[in-house]
């Protein structure tokens, strides 16, 4: 079968279930409602089979374009077009406005979106789409500046993590010959803004307050930090336009490249198992249809655990490298996709972790996770004034939906297609940890200890 005769066949399938919903479907969601044993993904009642959903041209992106590779979409009876998008502010605008049905989205935008930052909106994520995946880049002449304050291992390479402290210098540098110190993120509520805030803050950078008056948070900064999207990012390095940034693969490892910046840290070493991006539809969305929010998630579940199944990246990265999904070469992909990394040139070092779809219940939207955005809100200043600590439990739960994730694995438990050991006994929330680069401890139940525990930030009494 041809292509333009598949999608008739599948344009066709998705009026059938369209028209078996309304006419004869009462009885077979009334049967959802109390899934037997041995449940097939054919008896959830799909009251919106066609759906379009954005993505920015990330390899995170992965669950999307693996969910719509391998079929696993079409198998819980939705038929999806994946479009790529401009940037962040154009996937945050057109989910809210209904053009997408939901998208690949920065953590923090749903976040910022209910906690009042930026464009208010009724956003949910059921879905953690993956853990890692960012890197910090500088340009080769602020290396060259940086290297020789970098401890050298009995190898002679660098010894990582290379913490913001062999920055410091560089930037008062800049600052004594009158050259403020320019660096790029992808979005002001980007996981990518507050970790390169956090490796900067580590060493005593201030990376500047956000103020009604200063939206760029600039404010008391020592290191300017800008908006540049993710592919922009190395062609503004190589312009001069920024001196550093902090963006997603493959545009760290493009730099290596391309031969004009060296990546210094990942987000693992600045937090171990971070939580990236997330997939997110409106409040009414999962409301209006909730089994096709079910269903959407369990596609994507299953396409994370196909993502993290050993041998199964090198094909992942030939999905990603198509024109329509990342678009970029497949020898870039593969340097960090496939448990590498490469800092300076011929420097590749084993990260297994540096892309994780799956593994450590990656998949599952913890109350802690999304707690830790707000908390970074707060310390710089997008969250302008002090709140209790009720506010951030309550606001994230209205955010992150456990429930809608937890109804999709059980579905995919009792079908077989992951393990009961997959789910998470959990309450929302993950242990304290100190896997931080500066080795502070958050607990996601004691987000206002947290914010104190900062030397440079806003503080909350």
């Keep these: 079968m041809n292509i333009n005769m598949k999608r008739i066949h599948l344009v066709l399938l998705a009026a059938t279930v369209v028209l078996f919903t309304q006419c004869g479907g009462g009885a077979k969601s009334e049967a959802t409602d109390k899934p037997a044993d041995g449940l097939s993904a054919t008896t959830l009642a799909i009251e919106k089979p066609q759906l379009t959903f954005g993505f920015i041209k990330l ?67 059921p879905f953690s789409m993956d853990l890692n995946g960012n890197g910090i880049t500088v340009s080769n002449e602020v290396w060259a500046k940086m290297k020789p304050n970098v401890p050298i291992g009995e190898d002679g390479s660098p010894v990582h993590p290379i913490t913001a402290d062999a920055l410091a210098p560089v930037v008062n540098e800049y600052k004594n010959n009158g050259k403020p110190f320019k660096m790029g993120m992808v979005f002001p509520v980007s996981t990518h803004n507050y970790e390169i805030r956090y490796w900067l803050a580590a060493a005593g950078i201030h990376p500047g307050f956000y ?94 655990k196909w993502l993290d199944t050993p041998g199964n990246r090198p094909k992942a990265v030939g999905i990603l490298s198509m024109p329509e999904y ?39 939207p913890f109350y802690s996770d999304g707690i830790w955005f707000l908390t970074q809100m707060r310390r710089w200043g997008q969250i302008p004034e002090s709140k209790p600590e009720e506010w951030y439990h309550a606001t994230i739960k209205d955010i992150y939906r456990p429930d809608i994730w937890k109804k999709a694995a059980d579905m995919l438990v009792k079908e077989g297609h992951i393990d009961a050991t997959d789910v998470p006994d959990t309450d929302g929330y993950k242990p304290a940890t100190t896997d931080f680069i500066d080795g502070k401890t958050y607990d996601g139940k004691k987000p206002l200890d947290y914010i104190q525990s900062f030397e440079i930030g806003n503080k909350d009494h």
Aim: proline fraction near 6%; charge should be negative; include cysteine.
């Design 59 to 125: 390899t995170d992106m992965a669950p999307l374009a693996i969910a719509k590779e391998l079929g696993y979409f079409e198998e819980e009876g939705l038929f999806v077009t994946i479009e790529a998008q401009s940037n962040w502010k154009n996937v945050l605008d057109r989910v809210i406005d209904g053009q997408l049905d939901g998208s690949h989205m920065l953590a923090g935008q749903p976040v910022a979106a209910g906690a009042g930052f930026g464009r208010q909106a009724g956003l949910v994520t």
């Design 211 to 304: 103020t009604k008056e200063n939206i760029q948070g600039q404010v008391d900064a020592d290191v300017l930090l800008s908006v540049t999207p993710p592919p922009q990012m190395p062609a503004t390095l190589e312009a001069g336009t920024i001196y550093g940034y902090c963006v997603g693969e493959p545009w760290n490892q493009q730099a290596v490249f391309k031969g004009i910046g060296v990546p210094v840290t990942t987000n693992y070493d600045i937090w171990k198992n971070n939580p990236e991006k997330v997939f997110v539809m409106t409040k009414s969305f999962v409301e209006k249809y909730p089994n096709t929010a079910v269903a959407v998630t369990k596609a994507l579940i299953r396409a994370g």
């Design 326 to 364: 990342v678009g970029a070469d497949s020898v870039v992909i593969a340097n960090s996709m496939t448990g590498t990394f490469e800092f300076e040139k011929g420097q590749k070092r084993s990260m297994p972790d540096f892309n994780v779809f799956y593994r450590y219940h990656a998949t599952y």
